[in-house]
T-cell receptor, first 113, second 117 residues
Framework: GEDVEQSLFLSVREGDSSVINCTYT??????LYWYKQEPGAGLQLLTYIFSNMDMKQDQRLTVLLNKKDKHLSLRIADTQTGDSAIYFCAESFINNAGNMLTFGGGTRLMVKP | DVKVTQSSRYLVKRTGEKVFLECVQDMDHENMFWYRQDPGLGLRLIYF???????EKGDIPEGYSVSREKKERFSLILESASTNQTSMYLC????????????????FGSGTQLSVL
């Protein structure tokens, strides 16, 4: 079945770059996603990448996709304390009911002042 | 903006009680989902619904049921709560009618932290 894995925790200093990594198993995924969950809140879609792309940049965020190795990463430049949150990667797959998402376990990013 | 509202932020229940978790979305979305979130396990899908009165089992449906009598409301029911159902429960919705590239963009509620004692 589908499986998405992430490391549990990452700690960086304010102003440094953060890189959160994710591996997935479903090579037929059309899109891969990064969701952000701030304390006490639900998940919010942060960014996504189409599976035929290698890289996508959106302001401080850079998503890298290595489809051969089924590896996805999220780089946050100039990390701020407000970036402290749990980051979930997700891949899409299709079942009888349509498109569904499988989430990784989440990476807790802690940004130290 | 899409709003997904979960009726309770925190709930404390006793083992064996029947528990209702309510979720309402205000954007006429067809699809609604219930996930549970546990540390290190991420989000696991319990049930989802793609239309009124329609429901499908997710990855971990045991011990749960759902009800979708109206399009905007999706209820998660624990018939007889057990301590291993202590968790954060997240409701989400999505729509097929979207300018997003796919219909997989999920909008989440803030979650209900359920403790079963």
């Amino acid at each position: 079945g589908e499986d998405v894995e992430q490391s549990l925790f990452l700690s960086v200093r304010e102003g440094d770059s953060s890189v959160i990594n994710c591996t997935y198993t479903d090579s037929s995924s059309t899109y891969l996603y990064w969701y952000k969950q701030e304390p006490g809140a639900g998940l919010q879609l942060l960014t996504y990448i189409f599976s035929n792309m290698d890289m996508k940049q959106d302001q401080r965020l850079t998503v890298l996709l290595n489809k051969k190795d089924k590896h996805l990463s999220l780089r946050i430049a100039d990390t701020q304390t407000g970036d402290s949150a749990i980051y979930f990667c997700a891949e899409s797959f299709i079942n009888n009911a349509g498109n569904m998402l499988t989430f990784g376990g989440g990476t807790r990013l802690m940004v130290k002042p | 903006d899409v709003k997904v509202t979960q009726s309770s932020r925190y709930l404390v229940k006793r083992t064996g009680e029947k528990v209702f978790l309510e979720c309402v979305q205000d954007m006429d979305h067809e699809n609604m989902f219930w996930y549970r979130q546990d540390p290190g396990l991420g989000l696991r899908l319990i049930y989802f619904s793609y239309d009124v009165k329609m429901k499908e089992k997710g990855d971990i449906p045991e011990g749960y049921s759902v009800s979708r009598e109206k399009k905007e409301r999706f209820s998660l029911i624990l018939e007889s709560a057990s301590t291993n159902q202590t968790s954060m429960y997240l409701c989400a919705s999505s729509t097929l009618r979207t300018d997003f590239p796919t219909n997989e963009k999920l909008f989440f509620g803030s979650g209900t932290q359920l403790s079963v004692l």
